[in-house]
């Protein structure tokens, strides 16, 4: 069963907009992450995020969550045309690396 | 730098058919996983392995088999392929311990006629 449920499923943005992706999820985490992955290629990791963590950073990228309300958001700062890929969240509940994925947002960035 | 490296990346079989896909990594990582990934789905665990020597069910493990078989390599074995099993099949390792990062390859792509 999918832990992770993303939304939208598909967000369509011009370059050096903002582009934003939320992520829910059911049962209580060890920590949550996200990754991108281009047309035809494997998942590549984008930002942990632990479970008494709040807000984390990285480059372009901010991630929140909110563990009270078992969600979590993706914010891409200054979208370029090379972001165009599809975003999963993944959830860790044990801190064993089984992790739990979600749908996925297809993110078009168009230049 | 090869990170992890799967083999083959496309395959055609016919149903009842036998086959195993390979993975190696490079990174001296302990723990190593199979995923499928199916169309509108995220990706789900079949098997997992958390060092040498030991496997796991992940998920959705029937119909697939597993082989640790050195710290690099980690293989899945369809035994009598099944339609259901059209999919893309992805590997991925990880260091040990908490919070730990998945890397991925870039899958093999496999059909059941």
């Known amino acids: 069963s999918q832990q992770g449920e993303e939304d939208p499923q598909a967000l369509s943005i011009q370059e050096g907009e903002n582009a934003t992706m939320n992520c829910s999820y059911k049962?209580?985490?060890?920590?949550l992450q996200w990754y991108r992955q281009n047309s035809g290629r494997g998942l590549v990791h984008l930002i942990l995020i632990r479970s008494n963590e709040r807000e984390k950073h990285s480059g372009r990228l901010r991630v929140t969550l909110d563990t009270s309300k078992k969600s979590s958001s993706l914010l891409i700062t200054a979208s370029r045309a090379a972001d165009t890929a599809s975003y999963f969240c993944a959830t860790d509940q044990r801190g064993f690396q089984k992790l739990v994925f979600g749908t996925g947002t297809r993110l078009l960035v168009s230049p | 730098n090869a990170g992890v490296t799967q083999t083959p990346k496309f395959q055609v079989l016919k149903t009842g058919q036998s086959m195993t896909l390979q993975c190696a990594q490079d990174m001296n990582h302990n723990s190593m996983y199979w995923y499928r990934q199916d169309p509108g789905m995220g990706l789900r665990l079949i098997y997992y392995s958390a060092s040498e020597g030991t496997t796991d069910k992940g998920e959705v493990p029937n119909g697939y088999n597993v082989s640790r078989l050195n710290k690099r390599e980690f293989s899945l074995r369809l035994e009598s392929a099944a339609p259901s099993q059209t999919s893309v099949y992805f590997c991925?390792?990880?260091?040990?311990?908490?919070?730990?990062?998945?890397?991925f390859g870039d899958g093999t792509r496999l059909s059941i006629l």
């Open positions: 991925a390792s990880s260091s040990t311990g908490y919070n730990q990062p998945q890397h």
């Open positions: 049962t209580s985490i060890n920590n």
